[in-house]
Every structure is written in structure tokens, then in C-alpha cells.
């Protein structure tokens, strides 16, 4: 429990920065700080409690691939469902991922269930399939993700997610802490910031790992939201949606860090 009050108070205080976390087309465009307000079937992922605040159901297609100074370092895929199971009452989803890279192509599938609490509170937990590189192989285990979302004032929100909570010591998806807040000061408006990949040392468990994300949305016309945002290692973040109906949108980010590795990802949403 001490653990815990120190990350929320280091939330407020502290003044590092956050590595992408880009599993999604938006997450990718605000610098991963999704933990609070997860947009589309992303959230599966994000933060499986805030499924049961969306009002439609989602679809998620997204593509991504990497460049190192014009050479194709890795490419990606993730698809999901939110909340397509209508006759149950909490389970919400379920999302697929993969990332093919130098150092090994990882997958994650998973099943989210998630219900809520009170009016304005949710949890939620992913049960994950997943592969990945282990030392010098290939290795494939179970993992589980816990979220917490809770929205107060109308225009506020926080969320909390332990990702891979099972610990299998896999690259690519070691145990970690991430929370957010996210703040709706106007309609159309969304400001949100993260604490992520939060690690104790192994060894030493006064060490702690913190990486802090920002992002900012909103909409210039009632079909284009812009979205931008700023993570550790001077990483910039940008993209756009464009609504194309009433029951979907077109989605591109990218992101360029200090070392000129760009990321560009392209994603659908679909509601029904």
C-alpha cells in the first residue's frame, strides 16, 4: 500500500518523462497517455475498465511500421472488439497484437472483462495469451492485466492499469504500473497525462522506474480532431481522425524520437 501512495504522489511532483507506448493508432498520437481515457477497442489494452464507459460498440483495425533512417525496422498489427458480447455483463472484448522487430516478433491476445462498481467507477482484467523472446528462444506463457477507471466532476477522470501482473519475464512484456489522469476543460477538448512503465528494481525495491507521457485532442471541425503529444527522450507525437460517417473514423500518428526513429501508424474505428 506504501508503494502505492508514493507513485500518486510522485505523479504530482515529479518532472520525468514517458516512453511511447503505441499499441493503437491514437494511443501512438497522445504519447500513450491512454490510461485515463482509452479511445476505441485500444482501451482492451490501455485499460480494460474503461470499455464500459463507451456508448457504442468499437472496432479497431490498426497498422503500424517503424523506420530506421529508411530502412523498415518493424511492423505491427492490432485488431479488436469492444464490448461486442451484448448478452453478457462483463465480458467486454477481446484484441490481438503483434510486432515483428529485430529482436523477435511478439504477440498478445486477449480477453477483457469488465464491470462497473457504482455510476462513475469500473474494473476490468485482460486474461493474455502471449510469445515473445526469452533469452535466445522463443517462449509462450499466460499473463493477466488489472484496470481501474473512475470519472469524477464530469470532466475529470483517472485510471489506473498493473499490466502482466503474472510476471512472466518476457522481453517486451515485463510487470509494470502505469496511471493517468485525463481533464475535459471544454467540449471537444481532452488533456491527459501518464506515469508509465512504472518498475521496482529487482534487486534494490527503493528504485523506481518512472516515465511520464502527455497529450493533448481536440477538435478543429465537427469531421477532424487533432492530436499531439510529448514523451521521455524528446519523443514527439502527432496525428489526425477523420470522421468519415456517423459510425466511423480514418486514424494516422507518428512518432519521432531524439535518435530520428520514426514511427506511422494508420487505424479504422467502426461503431454499431
Partial sequence: MNKIYLVLFLFLKTLLFSECFDLSTSGASLAGSQTASPDGAGAILYN??????????VFTLDYRFRRDVGTNVD???YTGFSNPFSSSQILKGFCFYRRAEKGGTRTSVAISFANLVSPSTSIGANIKYIRGPWKEEMRNNASLDIGFDFYFLNFLSYG???QNLANPDMEGFERSLNTGLAITPMKGVLVSAD???IKWDREDKSKITLRKAYGLSFNITNGIILKTGYAWKKTYCGGMEFSVSAQGSLQYSFMQDENKYSNHNFGINVLF
Fill in 195 to 197: 506515469i508509465r512503465d
Fill in 160 to 162: 489506473l492499469t498493473g
Fill in 48 to 57: 480494460p475498465a474503461a470499455v464500459v464507459f463507451f456508448k457504442n460498440n
Fill in 75 to 77: 511492423r505491427g498489427w
